[in-house]
């Protein structure tokens, strides 16, 4: 018998909608909603409900996106689900560690609004971007971007595709000799900042600050990191850990090897879109995947646990 991952998508996923037939069929999804609303003092459904600029900025995007996230796991908790161990990609680590009884919903929700205000004012807007590298490997990226001041790698997705950050005109640097050494294509994102740099070290010790005042138990299940791409089985290095994923490398193929290399062979990715599940089918087409971003997904758990 395999094992079952619950992952989490980071930013960049979230839509408008998102969770709304949760809440609006679940009390214990409403729940979360309301206390979200509660604990930040805006209203989270008209957020994530409602046609608004907000969505998108980083300051709003982190909870609204955890917040859904958080609520669809608890009603597949309710309906008996439960995982052997979790991941998410970033900003989705958060909901991790809610799966894996690390954080309490109403820290978590705390934390990432703090989170996303501390990335959003660490670097002026326009000074910073990202960058999607298409068609070469990590080795071959690490090569390039090693040589490049003010850019490094910020996320591992799976086979060719690997996303840079930094500076923007390092940036456009390096999309040049990324070019020459054979990408095949170099897209800039539509992102506020250079997220996973090292130009957002401040924010991370600032975070790392904020969190010496909240509550980190013991893993009850294992979760992996995304700074190391192994599991964290005890509390006390989650505080430096998150402190660190602020401005290092998100491994987030490394991390689904990790989980496929100790029996993980199914995967359920909890939140809006279907991201993760489309970076596991370039990594291990051999394991299965569900994703859960609508009521009506539930169904097909039954036919993958």
């Given at each position: ?9 980071g930013q960049g ?272 087409r051999g394991v ?18």
């Amino acid at each position: 018998m395999g094992k079952t991952a619950f992952i989490f998508p980071g930013q960049g996923a979230q839509v408008c909608g998102m969770g709304q037939d949760f809440y609006e069929n679940s009390k214990t999804a409403r729940d979360v909603f309301d206390r979200a609303s509660e604990l930040l003092g805006f209203s989270m459904p008209e957020l994530c409900f409602e046609k608004n600029d907000r969505l998108d900025i980083t300051e709003y995007t982190q909870a609204a996106m955890v917040t859904a996230s958080v609520a669809m796991l608890k009603v597949l908790e309710e309906a008996g689900y439960r995982a052997d161990v979790a991941a998410g990609l970033s900003l989705g680590e958060y909901c991790a560690l809610v799966t894996a009884g690390v954080m309490q919903p109403d820290d978590v929700i705390r934390t990432v609004r703090r989170r996303g205000i501390l990335m959003q004012e660490a670097v002026p807007a326009g000074v910073g971007g990202m960058s999607a590298v298409l068609g070469m490997t990590a080795e071959q990226i690490d090569a390039v971007v090693d040589g490049i001041e003010d850019v490094q790698v910020a996320n591992y997705n799976c086979p060719g595709q690997i996303v840079i950050s930094g500076k923007k005109e390092a940036l456009e640097t390096a999309a040049e000799k990324l070019k020459e050494a054979g990408a095949k294509r170099v897209i800039p994102l539509n992102v506020s900042g250079p997220f996973h740099s090292r130009l957002l070290t401040e924010a991370g010790k600032k975070l790392g600050v904020f969190l010496k005042d909240v509550e980190i138990c013991r893993p009850r299940i294992p979760y992996v990191a995304n700074v190391t791409a192994d599991y964290v089985t005890e509390a006390d290095a989650v505080r430096g850990l998150l402190e660190r994923q602020v401005f290092s490398s998100v491994r987030w193929q490394q991390s689904v090897e990790r989980m496929i290399a100790d029996g993980v062979d199914r995967f359920v990715e909890i939140g809006p879109g279907h991201t993760l599940t489309g970076f596991i089918r370039k990594i291990d087409r051999g394991v299965k995947t569900v994703n859960i971003e609508k009521l009506a997904d539930m169904e097909k758990l039954g036919e993958q646990l």
